[in-house]
T-cell receptor
Framework: AQTVTQSQPEMSVQEAETVTLSCTYD???????LFWYKQPPSRQMILVIR??????QNATENRFSVNFQKAAKSFSLKISDSQLGDAAMYFC??????????????????FGQGTILTVHP | SQTIHQWPATLVQPVGSPLSLECTVE??????LYWYRQAAGRGLQLLFY??????ISSEVPQNLSASRPQDRQFILSSKKLLLSDSGFYLC?????????FGPGTRLTVT
């Protein structure tokens, strides 16, 4: 079974600085997706960034970027120029590639336990 | 555009009472739908998923059940709530390679 581990229960950063959140995962699959979700105090889950395992290039979305190390099964999130609105819980998630009508993955996500990010003004 | 709704937003129920949480999706057809529970602000646990009307798969044995009476409606139910059913319940639908989540329902069982 796939597992996702976030070893940092809490992290903090000064406004305008950079912070990196760690995530490791375990899978025997070669093709999959990885995600970072943000959960602010409203508790709405917001997709931050997505990485396809077959792509060597790291995904970026504005101030958010990932460091995807497939061999090491590592998927970290870097937040640059941190803003007060970045304060939230961040979840790393894994998803197998769907196998079509005969497949069994059905797009299920496996989540890590989350990292609480505090941004200091 | 696609949107996902959940209601109620907040619910306080006594132990032993029934439960019905509703999730509806707009702007798409035949979506894969999911129910997650988040306890104590940590980790999401997948409870049920559905790939079509009347098709429900359960991930963990529990006091809850799910139904999909219509293409874009997914319902989470219980006949008798337990204290351990308290938590934050999130509905999600599969979109391209990811999942998009509803606003959630905060359930407190007293």
């Amino acid at each position: 079974a796939q597992t996702v581990t976030q070893s940092q229960p809490e992290m903090s950063v000064q406004e305008a600085e950079t912070v990196t959140l760690s995530c490791t995962y375990d899978t025997s699959e070669s093709d999959y997706y990885l995600f970072w979700y943000k959960q602010p105090p409203s508790r709405q889950m917001i997709l931050v960034i997505r990485q396809e395992a077959y792509k060597q290039q790291n995904a970026t979305e504005n101030r958010f970027s990932v460091n995807f190390q497939k061999a090491a099964k590592s998927f970290s999130l870097k937040i640059s120029d941190s803003q007060l609105g970045d304060a939230a819980m961040y979840f790393c998630a894994y998803r197998r590639v769907s196998r079509g009508a005969g497949g069994t993955s059905y797009g299920k996500l496996t989540f890590g336990q989350g990292t609480i990010l505090t941004v200091h003004p | 555009s696609q949107t996902i709704h959940q209601w109620p937003a907040t619910l306080v129920q006594p132990v032993g009472s029934p439960l019905s949480l509703e999730c509806t999706v707009e702007g798409t057809s035949n979506p894969n739908l999911y129910w997650y529970r988040q306890a104590a602000g940590r980790g999401l646990q997948l409870l049920f998923y559905s790939v079509g009307i009347g098709q429900i798969s359960s991930e963990v044995p529990q006091n809850l059940s799910a139904s999909r009476p219509q293409d874009r409606q997914f319902i989470l139910s219980s006949k008798k709530l337990l204290l351990s059913d308290s938590g934050f319940y999130l509905c999600a639908w599969k979109y391209l390679a990811g999942q998009y989540f509803g606003p959630g329902t905060r359930l407190t069982v007293t």
